[in-house]
């Protein structure tokens, strides 16, 4: 039965309050023969597991508003996982086999934004979201958080928790007053064997420290999230001591080792590679958080040598991870005799209709809610420039937010300070058509749920901000071709920790080494006076530390919204009218090598 969230945290996590079991299974028998000396006992089952859905139920993008497709052919949905976890299910016996996640489940399409902002299931008798509905007639049986469950507020997370028939679980999601766990930490489940002892399996559910930098807002005061390891290395003996005899981590974290927020939180972000060579006890880890695909990693742990599998299934229900256990019943207990994991990938498999017909509905409204028309466009704007030139689509972000933070600034102690503003690429397929511009337009050119800052930064934190930003450039010497497809995402930056600054003017000399590259910085046509004070309009993600650029996190803060950006774009349009690029779209920055203009 589903965990009591209520009862579990009236109790002692400090003595290993107890987590509800899933119900006992019976798996096929095997005959001994007779006469021989009897074999040791053995037992095999399946852990299956997906990340990162991100509100994907059907093999759908509502931002082009037809059937998902890239490059690769890759299909997404839970509509399609459905169908590869009864095939599972089919062949291992569905008593032998379990189902988590391991986050990022309620935020990153137009149905899930519909459910949470639109038609929000907080509301009185309101609807139940579209991925409880999904998961839970799929059968998941636990699911751990994401940093993007908290997008929305801890109000639409409780909500969403509550219809769910599975456990969301946060080891290290932690009250901030009391400290004990917010959520269900693990939940444990027992599998019946047909030698007499039943084989209890551990979900230890981890995310992400970033939570208090990506959503500050929402959980500042109320919740903190310690480091994975230190949580782990407290649950997992605790899991030991209470019989599990398998112990799986779901992490919303990455293996890579790495941090996207530099020195400001003292936790590593992809940690999952960390806790399995740190913490002894565990068996496999589900990963999460990084949208990679890792078929299987083995990592050795330090202190006992056991080699741990982890695996992470490809974003979007693109691809579902498969664990192997093989156990062996000796000197009195359950042990794992071997571990494996591998992918399935769901463009091998048709859609679930028992889960399309569930949600149909709701897929009707959202298609509906996408393709209302709130403009026109003089001209057709794209983002597949975007990333190596100034683009009139990319303004328009800016020239949006830069307006309204001037205008809630205007009449103020900093209404004369110029407003410079950010923006991102967060999509390189992202278009305005000419003509009838629509909600899934403007959703498609800023997909994420960040809403607006204003913070005051001095020409010289600006130098070093662009100067950051402009690590995303592959250095590329005068005279050597330049390949676009090459020439951009350095180091692993991804496009959404490339900032476009609009409101001065500098070039990019790609041809220097980061942290010299930005030439001609100048505001109205003379070069900027590093004591010069400037208004920054900026996303809550960038501002919060997202992306650790320099300055910002800790710049006053003038002025917030609480409204997505997105939606304030929506309502400019509306406004408007008339989107018209002549208005807006300025050539602020360009890429150059010793002087020279790239293009």
Known sequence: MPLNRRKFLGQSAATGAGVALTGAVVAPATAEAHGRKPQPKRYAFTVMGTTDLHGNVFNWDYFTDREFDDKARNDVGLAKISTLVDQVRAEKGRRNTLLIDAGDTIQGTQLSYYYAKVDPITAKRGPVHPMAQAMNAIGYDAAALGN?????????????????????????????RTLRPAFAPYSMHRLRTPHGRDVKVAVLGLTNPGIAIWDKANVQGKMVFPGLEEQAAKWVPKLRS????????????GSSGTSSWGDQLPYVEN???LVAEQVPGIDAILVGHAHAEIPQYFVANK????????????KWGQR??????????????????????RVL???????DAGITRLLSDEHAKVVAYVNQVIGTSRTAMTTADAPWRDEPIIDLINHVQAETVGAALAGGQYGDLPVLSQASCFSRTAAIPAGQVTIKDAAGLYPFENTLEARLITGAQLKDYLEFSARYYVQTPAGVPVDTAKLTNAGGTPDYNYDAVSGVTYDIDIAKPVGSRIVGLSFAGAPIDPAARFVLAVNNYRANGGGAFPHVATAQQLWANSDEIRNTIIQWVQAKGTVDPTEFAVAGWKLTRDGVPVF
């Open 148 to 176: 993007h469950e908290f997008n929305y507020g801890i109000e639409v997370l409780r909500k969403f928790e509550d219809q769910c028939d599975f456990p969301l679980l946060g080891a290290n999601a932690l009250d901030a």
């Open 242 to 253: 209470m019989g599990a005899d398998v112990v799986i981590v779901s992490a919303h974290s």
């Open 271 to 273: 940690a999952a590679a």
């Open 303 to 314: 202190a006992t040598g056991k080699q741990v599998v982890l695996s992470e299934p490809l």
């Open 320 to 341: 579902l991870t498969l664990f192997d256990f093989e156990l062996v019943w000796s000197k009195g207990r359950w042990t794992v005799e071997s571990t494996s994991a």
């Open 345 to 351: 990938n769901s463009n091998t498999v048709d859609e």
